[in-house]
């Protein structure tokens, strides 16, 4: 069975700090690795995702991600925070067959 | 529209009811994901259709639920008998096959039963 741990469900960290966003998978498979995040009464929206290709992934918004097969983590990052990432995130986890496993989200703080 | 939709964005209603939660995907996405979003949670699937079948509902949590996608484009969630314990945010998302296509997903429906 597939999982995903999120350690922290709330994260505060000052404008123009590094954002670390922590996420640990359980896969039998390959995995595909999904982060997601949700403003407040809005969908959510993906911010990057691993299928197998490169392991440092590149996604919207200045985030990144890096695949790390023998730590079974994709935490995200980002080298500066900015005011407008404060918002919930969500790291996910499939496989070929679609279903989506999602964390339990970590909420984002950023203080001025 | 450019993205999901669905509708209505809030729905309350009375334990024991039945109530029609629907999704709009996007144009030309035959994969069409349900999922429900309890208060301090991550999404948790529900149904997946491919075209007008459902190509997996081993989320569905009792057979109250209950999901439709009859021309392979519209999708209506139903719920039977509401509790209380329904109560919760129900996501809808498309892809445009599967196998790993990005999920787009709409706002929401928040559902909340008395």
Known sequence: AQSVTQLGSHVS???GALVLLRCN??????????????YPNQGLQ???KYTSAATLVKGINGFEAEFKKSETSFHLTKPSAHMSDAA???????????????GKGTRLHILP | GAGVSQTPSNKVTEKGKYVELRCDPISGH??????????????????????????DDSGLPNDRFFAVR???????????????????????????FSK?????????????VL
């Open chain 2, 100 to 112: 790993g296509d990005t999920q787009y997903f709409g706002p929401g429906t928040r559902l909340t």
């Open chain 1, 46 to 48: 993906l911010l990057l």
């Open chain 2, 30 to 55: 035959t994969a069409l994901y349900w999922y429900r979003q309890s208060l301090g949670q991550g999404p948790e699937f529900l149904i997946y259709f491919q075209g007008t079948g459902a190509a």
């Open chain 1, 13 to 15: 960290v000052s404008e």
């Open chain 2, 70 to 96: 009859p021309e392979g484009s519209v999708s209506t969630l139903k719920i039977q008998r509401t509790e209380r314990g329904d109560s919760a945010v129900y996501l809808c998302a498309s892809s445009l």
């Open chain 1, 88 to 102: 919930e995130y969500f790291c996910a986890v499939s496989r070929s067959d679609d279903k989506i496993i999602f």
């Open chain 1, 25 to 38: 998978y359980s896969s039998s498979v390959p995995p595909y690795l999904f982060w997601y995040v949700q």
